[in-house]
């Protein structure tokens, strides 16, 4: 049973930056692929990108330029460094980790899920 953690969560301003993280309690964290998603209020579930655990990263096209993907494994923990933040950005942000090496986009691809981390962006 893998938990992930997500952190680094708050308010900013439109044109800011957050560094979300998600430590993971498994050891083996590097051999998981990492995808954030993001919920905003009445909306699904979005797919925002992924890290594999081979180290291909891909985003949807609304965050390419803003939004990077990295891990760090001595540390067990995946990162979401967004900038250029919009009020479109606001959302709770989950992490979700598989040991697949595909990038899933849709939610049922992952069988680990973080809490989330509220992100919100004002204009």
């Known amino acids: 049973q893998v938990q992930l953690l997500e952190s680094g969560g708050g308010l900013v301003q439109a044109g800011g930056s957050l560094r979300l993280s998600c430590a993971a309690s498994?050891?083996?964290?590097?051999?998981?692929?990492v995808g954030w998603f993001r919920q905003a209020a009445g909306k699904e579930r979005e797919f925002v990108g992924g890290?594999?655990?081979?180290?291909?990263?891909i985003y949807i096209n609304s965050v390419k330029g803003r939004f990077t993907i990295s891990r760090d494994n001595a540390k067990n923990t995946v990162y979401l460094q967004m900038n250029s933040l919009k009020p479109e950005d606001t959302a709770v942000y989950y992490c979700?980790?598989?040991?697949?090496?595909?990038?899933?986009?849709?939610?049922?691809?992952?069988?680990?899920w973080g809490q989330g981390t509220q992100v919100t962006v004002s204009s």
């Open positions: 979700a980790a598989d040991p697949r090496s595909l990038i899933p986009a849709m939610t049922s691809g992952y069988d680990y």
């Open positions: 498994e050891r083996t964290f590097n051999s998981y692929t």
């Open positions: 890290i594999s655990w081979r180290g291909g990263i």
